[in-house]
């Protein structure tokens, strides 16, 4: 029998170099905390166990993908690396201009730049943080239209991430006029990494025809969302993963990515369009920020990394291991009596604070405690998103975002079963006494993106 068929999935790799881990003390991590504000990006990294902080450019490169590093051809135009990076991203998304940037942000803020402005409103599943932060910067309105059942935690929707179809439909033929473009992000990241069906995005596709505009992916998870479409929706589980990834691209008009995800890279991401007179617009800006267009902010060995981390992201196996492990964390947590987002997102699991911590005000940081007491716990360091990421407005006052989360995100391919045994005991015994977590305050933020370099203190119970 195929061993994808035996109840244990297994890693589909095996380790090649490893990477030692300090194993600190319980008192090392509460100077740690004080040091860094009760802010876990201000943390030095040598300081954390397990760091689930983010997806994001955390994976482990394979053997083939250091082996393509040697090819980089560091060319300042026209380099074979470009050109094997461009027929990789093309095969995959058949877009005519691939833009490249060092990471999804510039991306954004290329497109962003040149489509967005004051009185503009972008529509979005959920902006991802830094989506947003592009899109006002430019003073337009960044808008979540996610279905209800992406909002409610518990719900077990299939498909969380789906935009709702009449909210689309209803603020086209309002304020058309003012919508540059439709996003739809997949999978939709801050909305605990749900995934989009094909249903609704050939729907959304249909709504933009109506009103002539032009959707937008922002597919980081790409991969993993083709995955949940191959797996949870009808008349879709014979299909390669490929083919429904080009189907998702051949929806669009065009698309933002960020190759520290699904992609296997440490660092990259393009900004792809189909509309020559747009993408001459945005390389006009690439050139000013980031760099020729043959190879934006990458160099020729980021390039090959990427070209061969796209063909290995798409692997069954892999994909299978990849959701079947986070899958592996969520349900022991959730045995375990943690409240959890629901069904398991592809690259997180999501712990709901606001229902773990139910004695503190969302503007008390629920996901703050939550974060700060796994790290001090275990050395776990996750990311709140919640209040802390999403609270302030534009207008300066504050607000309880929609749900209070704490992300436990997981790096592809880094960490093995064990691992993550080992975070399940750290997680169950904070959550059996939540109840004495503190509420926490902000005592120093700028004025955007206060997420990542706030200052925290516990306030006195
Ligand atoms: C959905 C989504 N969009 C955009 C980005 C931004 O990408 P980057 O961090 O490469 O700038 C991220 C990164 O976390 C993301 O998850």
Not at 40 to 51: H, P, S, T
Not at 228 to 246: A, H, L, N
Not at 320 to 338: F, H, K, N, P
Request: charged share 20%; aromatic share 8%.
């Amino acid at each position: 029998m195929p061993a994808s068929a035996y109840r244990t999935i297994i890693e589909p790799f095996r380790i090649h170099s490893v990477e030692p881990l300090r194993l600190t003390t319980e008192d090392e991590r509460r100077a740690a905390l004080r040091e860094a504000g009760f802010n876990l990006f201000a943390l030095r990294a040598q300081d954390v166990i397990i760091d689930l902080l983010t997806d994001s450019g955390t994976g482990a490169m394979s053997r083939d993908q250091w082996a393509a590093v040697q090819h980089g051809d560091e060319s300042y135009a026209g380099s074979p690396s470009w050109f094997r990076f461009q027929a990789a991203v093309q095969n995959l998304f058949d877009f005519p201009h691939v833009i490249p940037t060092h990471q999804g942000r510039a991306a954004e803020k290329i497109l962003f730049t040149v489509v967005g402005g004051p009185g503009k409103v972008v529509p979005n599943n959920t902006h991802f943080d830094t989506t947003r932060a592009n899109v006002e910067y430019t003073g337009a309105e960044a808008l979540d239209l996610v279905i209800a059942e992406g909002r409610d935690p518990s719900s077990p929707h299939p498909f969380k991430g789906n935009v709702d179809i009449a909210a689309l439909d209803a603020l086209l033929a309002e304020r058309g006029d003012v919508v540059p473009l439709v996003m739809v992000t997949i999978t939709n990241n801050s909305g605990g990494g749900q995934p989009v069906s094909l249903a609704n995005l050939r729907a959304v596709r249909e709504v933009c025809d109506r009103y002539g505009k032009p959707l937008f992916l922002d597919a980081c998870r790409f991969a993993e969302n083709a995955w949940f479409i191959r797996e949870r929706e009808e008349g879709q589980g014979d299909r390669d993963v490929v083919d429904i990834v080009r189907e998702v691209a051949s929806l669009a008009d065009g698309m933002t990515m960020s190759a520290k995800k699904d992609p296997l890279g440490n660092i990259g991401g393009w900004l792809a369009v189909r509309d020559e007179a747009l993408a001459a617009r945005c390389r006009e800006l690439l050139i000013l920020t980031e760099g020729f267009p043959t190879y934006g902010g990458l160099a020729g060995r980021d390039l090959e990394a990427l070209a061969q981390g796209l063909t290995e992201a798409v692997d069954h196996d892999y994909l299978r291991y990849r959701t079947r492990s986070t899958a592996y964390l969520g349900e022991a947590l959730i045995a375990g009596g943690v409240p959890c987002v629901q069904p398991i997102g592809g690259h997180a699991v999501y712990l709901d604070a606001r229902a773990l911590l139910p004695h503190l005000d969302p503007l008390h940081y629920p996901g703050q405690s939550l974060a700060v007491a796994l790290y001090e716990a275990g050395g776990i360091r996750g990311c709140e998103i919640g209040t802390v990421m999403f609270g302030r407005q534009p207008d300066g006052t504050e607000q309880a975002a929609a749900m209070d989360l704490v992300r436990l995100a997981i790096p592809r391919r880094t960490y093995t079963q064990s691992h993550i045994d080992y975070v399940i005991e750290v997680v169950l015994g904070v959550a059996a006494h939540a109840a004495d977590l503190p509420a926490y305050r902000i005592v120093d933020e700028p004025p955007s993106l206060r997420h990542f370099t706030a200052r925290f203190e516990p306030v006195p119970a």
